[in-house]
């Protein structure tokens, strides 16, 4: 019954996806969605500037229109009405995985609005407001120690390039840790932060490969190497 509902549950989300996209190309101008379509298929025909102009702009743009995140009268008032406490935090240097995770992980699609951040060292409580700073240092944080400073979560090849444990070697409170990564780095998208981490091709193949609209991308013999040199 339980394995019924998850599968329900992520047709479902499937479904939704598909119709966001749907009304995504309906409001495109021809231009844009003839683009969109070469961007999916041929994605080194449009120049880099202009894939994450669009991605910034019109798909993380809509979303972000969709919950009021950039409007802050838009975004008090959705407060109000799903209830929803306003998302703050205080998080020790030296803990950032396990408070971040704490305070953020059960907070779901909310974990895309502002955060209010307070850092925490040896000697206290450190000195600062976040304007949107504090956030993009708690972004760049976290996904510091948690890709390359956890080798219970995950390892890197000869090229210092991080993937995922196996699966067989990932306990199940791991397991919860590393999808809490994958939120990280999906707000790191959602708010335009760099972060000084660079995956195995064959781990981004993976990743990408989980969105069916575009298709996905199927990884090749020749990126084998980046999982195992040998």
Avoid at 42 to 47: N, R
Avoid at 144 to 156: Q, R, V
Wanted: hydrophobic share 40%; charged share 30%.
């Amino acid at each position: 019954v339980l394995k019924t509902a998850k599968l329900r549950d992520q047709s479902s989300e499937i479904v939704d996806r598909f119709i966001e996209r749907k009304k995504l190309m309906r409001q495109a101008s021809k231009r844009q969605i003839q683009k969109f379509q070469i961007m999916g298929k041929f994605p080194s025909f449009i120049s880099f500037e202009e894939r994450v102009h669009w991605f910034q702009n019109v798909l993380i743009g809509k979303e972000k229109e969709r919950l009021g995140v950039d409007n802050d009268d838009f975004w008090l008032s959705w407060v109000r009405r799903t209830n929803m406490p306003r998302i703050e935090a205080t998080i020790s240097r030296n803990n950032v995985l396990l408070d971040s995770f704490n305070a953020f992980d059960f907070l779901g699609e909310k974990f895309k609005g502002k955060l209010s951040l307070t850092f925490t060292n040896e000697f206290g409580e450190e000195a600062g407001i976040d304007g949107g700073g504090l956030t993009k240092e708690f972004l760049t944080s976290v996904t510091a120690n948690g890709f390359l400073e956890h080798p219970e979560l995950f390892t890197e090849n000869v090229d210092h390039e991080v993937f995922c444990k196996p699966y067989n070697k990932i306990t199940q409170n791991n397991y919860k840790l590393i999808r809490f990564m994958g939120k990280c780095l999906g707000k790191c998208l959602y708010e335009n932060v760099l972060i000084d981490v660079q995956f195995a091709p064959f781990f981004l193949n993976k990743l990408l490969k989980c969105d069916r609209f575009a298709g996905g991308y199927k990884s090749s013999l020749d990126e084998l190497s980046s999982m195992d040199s040998i």
